[in-house]
């Protein structure tokens, strides 16, 4: 079977999606600087698969390093480039930390490909590229207009697409997919890995349930006078373990050449949207713990609602999500529960 690099690897979605890339049978090298997860993660992937993937500290924003990884592993096939800073917040203090890290990891590798006859890249994006979709394109497809960034780390994803976009026209012998995730939540239902709070979470499932396990006194409810039927903000939240076995749905499509075109784009979500007291309430139901809350004033930047239309990855890739959000909500707790014993 064919090896992929995984950059990010030991991060939230990439640790998920090296099981998912293993259980099918495919060599991994993860490549991580654990600026935001820890090596431990690599026990957590080996004791759901039985098998330990190849591990590097490199930097990607490292272009020699990343070099000599290429030579070292001469026969990866492809890459599914999830290395990034991903917090809102700190990306608007600090930009330029930002635009060097995504941008000049993607570029590295963009420019390593040929050199490395390495074909296929998969590229994390975000739903964040459509900001507030107007009525009429909600839910949102592909086809959506690309609005104004609101903030630095939005930015670079709609760099980064541009960049892959103007590399492809200039490079036709390589393959991209691009992916739109949603709000990913939940974890393997193992428990073994899941997502690695870094401080006070900025994402309302982790808040949950460190609520739920009195780390946080309540949790806050930016605002329930949207226009919404409760007045809370609507997302699309997807299953983390679906979202993984997408990447391998989209890099098995790209190695056996089933493209149509070097450059495809998918949206990764539900098509459903939830909202937050939906998702609090359902929390606290599926997994019959508390989650004090109180509603205060509006987050800065919160879009009011956003859902998927998932229909072009339902019907070209053949994927869908299929894990319920009461199950996902269960294994978000169950991950708490262990992290909780871990200390
Ligand atoms: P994460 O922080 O858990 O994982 C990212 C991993 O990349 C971390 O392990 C980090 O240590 C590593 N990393 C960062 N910069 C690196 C570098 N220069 N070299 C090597 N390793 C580096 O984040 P995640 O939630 O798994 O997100 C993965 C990707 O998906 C990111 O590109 C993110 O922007 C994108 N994304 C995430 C979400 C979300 O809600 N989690 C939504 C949309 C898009
Ligand atoms: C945010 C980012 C998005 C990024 C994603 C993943 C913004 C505007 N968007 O999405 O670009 O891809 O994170 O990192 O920051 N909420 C609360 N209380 C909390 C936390 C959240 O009420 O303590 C609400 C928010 O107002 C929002 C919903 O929960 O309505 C989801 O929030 P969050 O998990 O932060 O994701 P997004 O804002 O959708």
């Known amino acids: 079977m064919a090896r992929i690099l995984v950059t990010g690897g030991t991060g939230y979605i990439g640790s998920h999606t090296t099981v998912e890339l293993m259980q099918a049978g495919f060599d991994v090298v993860i490549v991580d600087n654990l600026m935001n997860s820890n090596v431990g993660v690599l026990d957590g992937i080996e004791a759901i698969v039985g098998r330990r993937p190849d591990y590097e500290n490199i930097d990607c924003v490292d272009y020699v390093a990343l070099d000599k990884l290429f030579e070292k592993y001469a026969d990866i096939e492809g890459i599914i480039h999830f290395a990034a800073y991903k917090a809102v917040g700190e990306s608007v203090e600090k930009p330029l930390q930002y635009y060097r890290n995504n941008i000049n990891s993607l570029v590295n590798l963009l420019e390593l490909m040929p050199i490395h006859k390495v074909k296929n890249i998969v590229f994390s994006s975000s739903c964040t590229v459509y900001g507030q979709p107007d009525a009429a394109h909600l839910p949102v497809n592909e086809n959506a207009p690309i609005q104004p960034a609101l903030s630095p780390y939005g930015n670079t994803k709609q760099i980064c697409e541009e960049i892959i976009h103007d590399t492809i026209h200039a490079t036709p012998n390589i393959n991209a997919i691009i992916l739109r995730y949603f709000n990913p939540i939940g974890a393997h239902p193992t428990a073994l890995i899941g997502e ?38 609507i997302r699309d939240y997807i299953d983390v373990v679906d979202l993984a076995k997408a990447h391998v749905v989209a890099l098995k499509r790209m190695l056996t050449n089933k493209q149509e075109g070097n450059e495809e784009i998918f949206n990764l979500g539900t098509g459903r949207g939830l909202s937050v007291m939906e998702i609090v309430e359902t929390f606290k139901r599926v997994n019959n713990v508390d989650v004090p809350y109180k509603i205060v004033e509006r987050r800065e930047g919160d879009i009011e609602k956003v859902w998927a239309d998932p229909t072009r990855a339902n019907k070209v890739l053949g994927w869908k999500a299929e894990r319920n959000t009461e199950d996902t909500l269960r294994s978000c707790w169950k991950w708490q529960l262990r992290l909780n014993e871990a200390k």
Do not use: K, S
């Open 196 to 233: 690695l709070p870094n401080g006070v979470p900025n994402n309302l499932l982790p808040y949950v349930t460190q609520t739920a396990a009195g780390i946080r006194p309540e949790l806050r409810i930016f605002g329930n006078d949207y226009d919404t039927p409760d007045g809370t903000c």
